[in-house]
């Protein structure tokens, strides 16, 4: 049995794969077809976090497979009313996987731990596996389904969003630079187990977003505080108001870089309208291939029960 609580889990050809099932599933899609290959099946979201595109990707998605999902929050006691051993146990008892947005990795790592169905990590304040494998899912779509020798580019906070991508990019050939303040970049433990893990990476850290972007094929930011980190908000913005994506930014680039964005976004914060809803942004396509990538992601992982 397999679980997804970050990219670390995946080899280059298992993504490729779960990117091949998802192809196929939204050509189907696209001519209206809904293939029932899951009947009676049963999708657990265990969500700590609000959400939109990632609770509704899945519903949506789950449906299409012909299985049914449920919706457990706060109501369920996860981590206050019983031990993390029991609750996982029983719980997957009674469905076939488990989508779980937990505050801290270490919840999603326990449950696991004791789980008897696919565990997937739909956010956790390290990784956001589910997010960077629609992204690159997108971008190989524009680039006719190829991504080794692309540049990526993100431009802001080493978070959840940024690691994992860095771990999809480094598994998929594509060379990935971080442009972040020197306070906001990846910590060492994350650069060690990236180099460990995959020894022939192509990653670059800088300070200069300008510099970063000049030959990039896809620039992507993300909120400077996310959830959780309210009480950093002003000591954020003042770090990183250099480093907002805006017309001058993009102009850095070639005029066939692609801008992506994870949503939701902050306008006028890390990215400006005029570069959000620009031809050369493909942030609606991002959310909508979350659902056929997680589609894809679902089937892979019953396959390996």
Not at 28 to 46: H, N
Not at 227 to 245: D, T
């Amino acid at each position: 049995m397999r679980h997804l609580l970050s990219l670390f889990d995946l080899s280059t050809e298992e993504i490729q794969a779960v990117f091949t099932l998802a192809r196929s599933l939204k050509t189907q899609y696209k001519k209206g077809v809904r293939e029932a290959i899951l009947p009676g099946r049963m999708l657990a979201l265990l969500f700590e976090k609000p959400s939109l595109r990632t609770r509704v990707s899945f519903e949506a998605g789950f449906a299409h497979l012909g299985g049914n999902s449920m919706y457990l929050g706060d109501d369920v006691g996860w981590g206050h009313r019983e031990s993390p051993a029991d609750f996982s146990r029983v719980l997957t008892q009674y469905v076939d996987v488990i989508a779980c947005r937990a505050k801290s990795h270490k919840r999603v790592r326990e449950l696991a731990d004791y789980a008897t169905c696919p565990i997937i990590n739909a956010l956790t304040d390290q990784f956001h596996p589910c997010q960077a494998l629609a992204d690159l899912f997108t971008l190989a779509e524009r680039h006719e389904n190829r991504l080794d020798g692309l540049k990526f580019v993100f431009v802001g906070d080493a978070n959840n969003v940024a690691r994992s991508l860095a771990i999809a990019c480094a598994k998929l050939g594509v060379r990935f630079t971080l442009a972040a303040p020197s306070d906001y970049q990846f910590d060492m433990a994350f650069l060690k187990q990236l180099e460990t893990a995959i020894p022939d990476l192509e990653l670059h850290v800088t300070t200069n977003p300008k510099k970063a972007v000049f030959d990039a094929d896809a620039i992507y930011t993300d909120v400077w505080a996310s959830m959780g980190q309210e009480s950093e908000r002003e000591e954020r913005l003042a770090a990183f108001s250099p480093y907002q994506v805006n017309s001058r930014l993009m102009a850095s680039a070639p005029a066939s870089a692609l801008f992506m964005h994870c949503l939701p976004a902050r306008r006028g914060e890390e990215v400006t309208d005029t570069v959000i809803d620009s031809s050369q942004s493909i942030v609606v396509s991002q959310a909508a291939n979350r659902m056929h990538a997680q589609k894809g992601l679902i089937i892979w992982l019953l396959k390996h029960v």
